[in-house]
């Protein structure tokens, strides 16, 4: 039988065709533990972006990768990683106290303005230290208003409740620039079997707001909160079900959407004053610092590198719409509104040569219908902060897979336990996946992948099985 041999050109070639052929299977097809949860759960292929690469940009699987998806909160990468080099990881935010008025004999003759600097973790804590200071310097009594100015931020009139119906899940906070514990209600539930009601610890305190315990019950400790049935109301909170005894000791959260934030401010403000034996006789109100007013005290807060940390491993919304304003907020010109923070993100990424077709920037946070990105450009943004001398800062801000932040619970049995930050994103139609992986062969990888489907909450063991994935294979 004749031989068949090829020519050296034509072998060349044919290698050359082969080697195309199997680079961009490998592009187009999702790996295999993702394309088998897929098929379980009915999710369609087009429904799934994904985009993994070597940190040097060496593309390994891409599937839809240029095609704009709704991101959920890995959108919080993109806020954070521009903030992070736009402002530096050392920026704080300012709290000051002015008065126009006197110190006279331990009274302050006069109005006491809070000036907000947009702080996204301002607590009554950091209130507290600022009042004691005020306390040190000779003031027991204000003889005049407490007057609020949050006018470094403009924003529009928002409902809480347009998201997803839920006003006081702590999620749909909104940002001010005057924030002050994210206009939080932590309430302890705990249980007293020797009394018909449970035990209340709560933070912050609040002057004139009404905490009524919620009755007990001797059911199973399931879907507690459904079955306490917390009510907001605008001076109180009372619970119309009852607290399983079973549950022992719970946090309960919620977003007192029912005050305003001059409210909320004002009961959190009198409560501490009070309780440092001071004395204010006036009303709270919005306003502005006068031009007349001397600054008496002033508050710093943690560092942006500090204030990641909480916004990425804890998927803390409210405080990245909050960074997202500070991005284009300067103390004496005109305040700061969402779209001028979400032009500089778009700029920074330009000047990165980052594609920014598919980008749309609502709030910063992923809380948004309507914000939207592709796995392309999201690990392009991955990429740039990987190569920047504040890398470290910014991948210590996110979740460490099976240790902490929202990534805490899963994998923990898994050899990718410790091996991967990972920021993850959830929403009804939406779960995501985005940040940096070491392959069990040390080699550094980014992942982004975002499924956008109404059954897209089954798709999130199959994003487990993907990480699991490259860590063997790369």
């Known amino acids: 039988m004749k031989r068949f041999t090829l020519q050296p050109l034509t072998y060349l070639v044919l290698l050359l065709v082969l080697s195309g052929c199997g680079t961009l299977q490998q592009r187009g097809a999702l790996p295999d533990p993702l394309s088998a949860l897929l098929a379980q759960t009915g999710i369609p292929s087009t429904s799934v972006a994904l985009d993994i690469r070597s940190v040097d940009g060496e593309r ?56 907000g600097g947009g702080d996204p973790r301002f607590a009554h804590e950091d209130l507290a ?33 347009a998201f997803d119906a839920a006003p006081e899940r702590a999620y749909n906070a909104l940002p001010d620039a005057l924030l002050l514990d994210a206009k939080a209600l932590s309430v302890m539930l705990i249980p007293d079997p020797n009394a018909d009601r449970a035990r209340l610890s709560v933070e912050p305190p609040m002057s004139d707001f009404i905490i ?17 049935k917390p009510v907001l109301t605008e001076r109180g909170l009372r619970f119309e079900g009852s607290f399983p005894v079973s549950c022992g000791e719970r946090w309960l959260t919620l977003h007192l959407h029912t005050l305003s934030n001059e409210q909320y401010v004002d009961a959190v403000f ?24 001397r600054e008496l005290l002033a508050w710093e807060s943690m560092t942006l590198a ?17 960074l997202l304003l500070s991005l284009a907020a300067n103390r004496g010109s005109a305040p700061s509104v969402p779209e001028a923070g979400a032009a500089r993100v778009l700029d920074w990424m330009a000047r990165h040569r980052i594609d920014t077709k598919t ?37 210590a801000s996110l979740p460490l897979v099976g240790i902490d932040g929202t990534m805490g619970r899963r994998l923990q049995e898994s050899s990718v336990r410790g091996q991967a930050h990972i920021k993850t994103g959830t929403l009804i139609d939406v779960t995501s996946i985005a940040g940096y992986l070491t392959a069990r062969s040390g080699r550094r990888i980014i992942v982004s992948c975002i499924i ?9 063991p199959g994003l487990d099985a993907l990480l699991q994935w490259i860590y063997d294979r790369y």
């Open 212 to 228: 009524d315990p919620p009755a007990q019950n001797d059911q199973p400790c399931v879907r507690w909160r459904e079955q306490v």
């Open 129 to 161: 230290r600022l009042l004691r200071r005020l306390r040190w310097m000779g003031v027991r009594e204000i003889r005049g208003d407490l007057i609020l100015d949050s006018s470094l931020f403009e924003l529009a009139a928002a409902d809480p409740a």
């Open 306 to 322: 500090e204030i990641i940390r909480d916004i990425n491993k804890h998927s803390n919304n409210v405080m990245a719409r909050q």
């Open 452 to 460: 956008n489907d109404a059954n897209a909450s089954a798709a999130r």
């Open 60 to 115: 390994l699987v891409a599937h839809n990768a240029d095609v704009a998806f709704k991101p959920a909160s890995v959108m919080k990468l993109v806020t954070t990683a521009a903030a992070l080099e736009l402002l530096g990881p050392g920026y704080r935010w300012i709290t000051r106290l002015h008065s126009s008025a006197e110190i006279i004999n331990g009274t302050l003759n006069g109005d006491l303005v809070i000036e």
């Open 359 to 395: 980008v749309i920037i609502d709030n910063g946070s992923g809380l948004s219908r309507h914000e939207r990105i592709s796995v392309s450009a999201l690990s392009s943004v991955l990429q740039q902060t990987w190569q920047s001398p504040l890398m470290p800062e910014f991948i």
């Open 270 to 293: 009198r409560q501490l004053w009070s309780e440092l034996g001071g004395i204010i006789t006036g009303s709270a109100r919005s306003g502005r610092v006068p031009a007349t007013a």
